[in-house]
């Protein structure tokens, strides 16, 4: 299978409280075969600094079973390394879920360039804070 570009995505809720709406948004785009979640890690840091991780099958309560039939299983591709990064960048008291999810939709294009005889030369992510700042910009220049 030819794999599409894959993102690693760090999601923080504060405390321990995960919303069932992500995993309910994540499920919704993986079956329009938007995405695929490769893999799905919960890491908290507890008040003391304290970092664990658990993945799914660890886990009780709705709120982490509701992510349960997102994740397509290649399990181990997010590391104790990555776990550790997490850890240090959340602040105490919060949880954060760790994924990685394929961009399905890549491919089509992918495929499309490919055929054309094209390919990417470059690819890079603008978050959206820093369009909406440009674009801000461009509304109060107008």
Do not use: Y
Not at 19 to 41: N, P, T, W
Not at 105 to 128: C, F, K, Q, S
């Amino acid at each position: 299978m030819s794999r599409a570009e894959v993102d690693f995505v760090v999601v923080e809720f504060p405390g321990n409280v995960i919303s069932g709406k992500v995993a309910e948004q994540l499920r919704e785009l993986a079956a329009r075969d938007i995405i695929r979640v490769i893999d799905l890690v919960f890491v908290t840091k507890a008040e003391d600094g304290t970092v664990t991780s658990a993945e799914l099958p660890q886990l009780d309560g709705e709120e982490f079973t509701s992510f349960d039939p997102v994740a397509q299983s290649l399990d181990g591709l997010i590391g104790e390394e990555d776990i550790a990064t997490v850890g240090e960048m959340i602040p105490a008291g919060s949880t954060a879920c760790v994924l990685l999810f394929e961009h399905l939709w890549a491919t089509w294009l992918r495929d499309a360039i490919d055929a054309a005889g094209g390919r990417v030369h470059h690819l890079e992510r603008i978050p959206a804070e820093a369009v909406e700042e440009v674009a801000a910009a461009v509304a109060t220049a107008s």
